[in-house]
T-cell receptor, first 115, second 111 residues
Framework: GAGVSQSPSNKVTEKGKDVELRCDPI?????LYWYRQSLGQGLEFLIY????????KSGLPSDRFSAERTGGSVSTLTIQRTQQEDSAVYLC?????????????FGSGTQLSVL | GQNIDQPTEMTATEGAIVQINCTYQ??????LFWYQQHAGEAPTFLSY????GLEEKGRFSSFLSRSKGYSYLLLKELQMKDSASYLC????????????FGGGTRLMVKP
């Protein structure tokens, strides 16, 4: 696609429910990143993928969070048993390669609201 | 770990010049990015510095001093559409090649 696509753009859920957020990166980008942004705050790194592999999961806030990437393309971030503190904008980004000198292309995010 | 500091908010007047500072503490420094984020939208790339000095790109310039752990983003001839958050992000080799973002500076441009 032309840019990074995320769905849904908005998700309202009840506390305790599971949610799945989807990210479709720019075609050909091998690196994919998930960030979380709370209202008025900076970006909190969650997890990254090189191809289908996620070498470091230490950024995930708790074991209720998991992510996978299949076929080197689409990624899903799953939050189980959602809590109110999970409410935030979840941003996905991709880059051509995994390197600190590669600029990131961000999606518009999923606004998650846990009631 | 890495520590990145930037002012929370700034206000400037249309047509003026504003400088947004970013200081960082890290080892294995491997580049600094500035991103612009309008409210409710995705961050977009503005600039990248890895060597000391000034990088100019139209109305926007970014400066880096590695010895001082300091960068600034300079916006000239401010326009109302420049009202946005400006995010400083630092990459480090010993952080798994990850970018760490500062909290962002919300710039409000007034007529």
């Amino acid at each position: 696609g032309a840019g990074v696509s995320q769905s849904p753009s908005n998700k309202v859920t009840e506390k305790g429910k599971d949610v799945e957020l989807r990210c479709d990166p720019i075609s050909g980008h091998t690196a994919l990143y998930w960030y979380r942004q709370s209202l008025g705050q900076g970006l909190e790194f969650l997890i990254y993928f090189q191809g289908n592999s996620a070498p470091d999961k230490s950024g995930l806030p708790s074991d209720r969070f998991s992510a996978e990437r299949t076929g080197g393309s689409v990624s899903t971030l799953t939050i189980q048993r959602t809590q109110q503190e999970d409410s935030a904008v979840y941003l996905c980004a991709s880059s051509l390669a995994f390197s600190t000198n590669e600029k990131l292309f961000f999606g518009s995010g999923t606004q998650l609201s846990v009631l | 770990g890495q520590n990145i500091d930037q002012p929370t908010e700034m206000t400037a007047t249309e047509g003026a010049i504003v400088q947004i500072n970013c200081t960082y503490q890290t080892s294995g420094f491997n580049g600094l990015f500035w991103y612009q984020q309008h409210a409710g939208e995705a961050p977009t790339f503005l600039s990248y510095n890895v060597l000391d000095g000034l990088e100019e790109k139209g109305r926007f310039s970014s400066f880096l001093s590695r010895s001082k752990g300091y960068s600034y983003l300079l916006l000239k001839e401010l326009q109302m559409k420049d009202s946005a958050s400006y995010l400083c992000a630092v990459g480090a080799n010993n952080a798994g090649n990850m970018l760490t973002f500062g909290g962002g500076t919300r710039l409000m441009v007034k007529p």
